[in-house]
């Protein structure tokens, strides 16, 4: 049987990384698709970075629309990435009758709908492991692995610069400027670092990930999104001393009232596997009713971690390609005509725990008002922590650092009593808030 | 389409879990697998239990023939568990042209050639996902998640007992003995443990997944196989003090040589997120050469984490059933024509590094005979801890605790050299020899 053709469209880190694996385990790989899967040609920009990437054998051609329309390739890889263009190609792709596998979360996560409903309509498959925890079989295992399961809720660590980076506060007690600028001469974090710091990439993980989980369309829009530019290496610290870090987690939460989808930094306890996971790597906690807690561990990024997601989708494809559609695993996990319109929820009605620091007036009353206004709001207190101002060094000590955990509320509630808190004329600096979560 | 029709050969804890589990998450499974899965007819010598599970509408009979018998069942999950009986119904049913779906993890470590073979002859599936870390899609993430992947090595906690009892050793200090006892208390043993703590269970397990990593037939009689038995809460506190836990561990790793096969209690540092697998939670390590290390954690036995497992078989052949063969996973993740003939090493060509106590009297020149001969065998040593015995209390301080950690060599030549330290007149005990994985 002749090798299946792919095209692949980029070939920048992820491109070649996937070219290589390709090459260099096409026996193992064989050996277990039963057919060969060979990069018969490649378009990119740059067809000299391109031809010295995959040598003489494989075309180049620098329009991604030469091999879309090539019709001896059965499959294209998108490795372009953003909105733009790569929409423009995946759809062409599809209604050329191409299979797809994209490593593009922000796509999926924005455009999924429209571009799923293509793929149905045409037949063809668009895989996306690579879009989510990079190397993890994340997809796999909440597509197919946990099938029995009513999914209760997920937690992710998806974003390995944001991990790597507050990995260095915490065991430097270093602040996020500092950090950053190393993360950046390391290559861990883009010279634009926007969309892993501010949360925008763990918020397209997350969204694709509430899909597969609860049956949910793809939305984006209603992710909740808050980065991780904000943290102070002085509430890491304290976090720590209360038993608890810090970690930027994405959120999908199965709630009667509907799904909370959330992007932030959290305190989860340090006891969690999941608390240590560090540096770049990434993990996945998914609960579900059957199974319980499982956790899904791994590099989320770099070139032939990505590349071996990439390559288990071409082998996917491979097998079931000639499948009819109703045989194969529905894109987002549920059947198209089985999708819930059960809504995400705005922040304002999500349920937690906080984490509150307030720079107060060292004076007597203090604790009494602050406590007081989360009594009126119903809040419970879980944790008390009072610091001298000048036990955290250098500062007047005139002023004292309260830090409070609190029991779960809703966080419309936990506003109110927040604003209220602020106006207090012994509160002299703005509240610290991080969300807290206990993962059990 | 009328529902897939399930036949269930054994209705015990785990069988009463997939009941409860298809049952209650019915419609949210069939929004996933584009099709209804029920289990319809239940054969249980105790047929009175049987019917307390699955009430009035569904057929309970006391002869597993009449479920293979029956043309309207399309899968039978076999839950009986061991060699005997079960091989036998397994190989009927597949005769009969049933898919199978089976958690037996002894019977396909032992038997799996003969039913793979009889299966593929057939045309039809066996599944058995549960029969590997019950809950968690490790099987799937081997079969389909890591196809791009030379796999390098497997490291598992995969027996939950054997983890409990370890953990309660090193949280309180016990020895083997008083553990065991609480653990068959608390029903995380059973009466006869002896599957569970010399390794045998854990072993099977290693078994299913060298064959898969690998290409190779199960070949469970080429394990070597030691269980926890003789590990002392001393030896645990000594790891504790060198940065090391103490795991039981299923390995199976590639060599030049060979492949490695082994279940031994191993010391892994205390910072790898395994050595952080408490109770009797499982957690499997796998290291590609594309992926680098992914860690795959969740609860390994238990009635509905192993049901999540089954019945993610039963919807994997739901969709599967009406493909031709070739477009499958294959049962051993490699094509039956590509698989390999790499031989299993025997333990004295396995290479890794030493954990050793030796109990020696409080003499000059003791340790300078010890290191003399390990010198002499080529083996280097990584470190070296001594305690006084009074240190470790109660016994006779004119004895000595010498702790040695070695860097990697051949086990022949540890077995030489420590029969020439055990001559040592000053050696006053068996020394205790444990075996060493960095997991990097």
New interface residues.
């Given amino acids: 049987m002749k090798p299946i053709q792919v095209g692949l469209l980029g070939i920048g880190v992820v491109g070649s990384?996937t070219f290589n694996?390709?090459k260099?385990?096409q026996q193992?790989?064989?050996?277990?698709?039963?057919r060969g899967i060979e990069i018969t040609m490649v378009a990119d920009l740059d067809e000299a970075r391109a031809r010295a990437v995959v040598g003489p054998d494989v075309q180049v051609v620098n329009d991604a629309r030469k091999v879309i329309a090539n019709p001896d390739i059965d499959i294209v890889i998108e490795l372009i990435g953003g909105y733009g263009i790569a929409k423009t190609l995946v759809l062409e792709a599809i209604a050329a009758g191409k299979h797809v596998v994209t490593a593009n979360k922000a796509l999926l996560a924005v455009h999924g709908t429209e571009i799923f409903a293509a793929a149905s309509a045409k037949g063809v498959m668009v895989a996306f492991?690579a879009a989510v925890a990079g190397?993890?079989?994340i997809i796999?295992?909440l597509?197919?692995?946990?099938?029995?399961?009513?999914i209760e809720w997920i937690a992710g660590i998806i974003n390995g610069t944001t991990n790597f980076i507050l990995s260095e506060m915490r065991s430097k007690g270093l602040d996020f400027g500092v950090v950053l600028k190393e993360a950046q001469r390391l290559g861990y974090a883009e010279a634009d670092p926007t969309f892993d710091i501010e949360g925008i990439d763990a918020a397209h993980k997350a969204t694709i990930m509430s899909a597969i989980a609860f049956?949910v369309p793809v939305q984006f829009d209603k992710a909740y999104v808050e980065g991780i530019t904000k943290l102070s290496a002085q509430d890491i610290k304290y976090a720590e001393q209360l038993g608890y870090r810090i970690k930027l987690l994405g959120i999908a939460k199965r709630r009667p009232e509907g799904i909370e989808l959330r992007v932030h930094p959290s305190l989860v306890p340090s006891k969690r596997?999941i608390a240590?996971?560090e540096g770049a790597m990434n993990a996945v906690v998914v609960q579900?009713?059957?199974?319980?807690?499982?956790?899904?561990?791994?590099?989320g990024a770099?070139s032939?971690?990505t590349?071996?997601?990439?390559?288990?989708d071409l082998?996917?494809i491979t097998?079931?390609h000639?499948?009819d559609s109703?045989?194969?695993?529905?894109h987002l996990?549920?059947?198209p005509n089985?999708m819930s319109d059960t809504p995400i929820l705005p922040m304002a009605d999500v349920v937690t725990s906080y984490y509150l620091r307030l720079r107060v007036a060292d004076q007597a009353g203090v604790l009494a008002k602050v406590t007081g206004i989360l009594a009126e709001s119903g809040i419970s207190i879980d944790a008390v922590l009072q610091r001298e101002a000048d036990e955290v060094g250098g500062v007047d000590a005139t002023q004292t650092d309260l830090i409070i955990l609190t029991h779960d509320c809703v966080e419309a509630r936990m506003n109110v009593a927040l604003a209220a808190m602020q106006a207090l004329p012994t509160v002299l600096e703005p509240i610290t808030r991080i969300r807290k979560e206990e993962l059990a």
């Fill in positions: 990384g694996v390709l260099r385990n193992e790989i064989q050996r277990r698709a039963g492991e190397g993890i079989p796999k295992a597509r197919e692995g946990l099938t029995a399961n009513r049956g596997l240590n996971v579900g009713d059957a199974v319980g807690t499982t956790l899904y561990y791994g590099k770099g032939e971690p590349a071996s997601a990439v390559i288990a082998v996917d097998r079931l000639t499948a109703a045989q194969r695993v529905p996990a549920f059947q089985a």
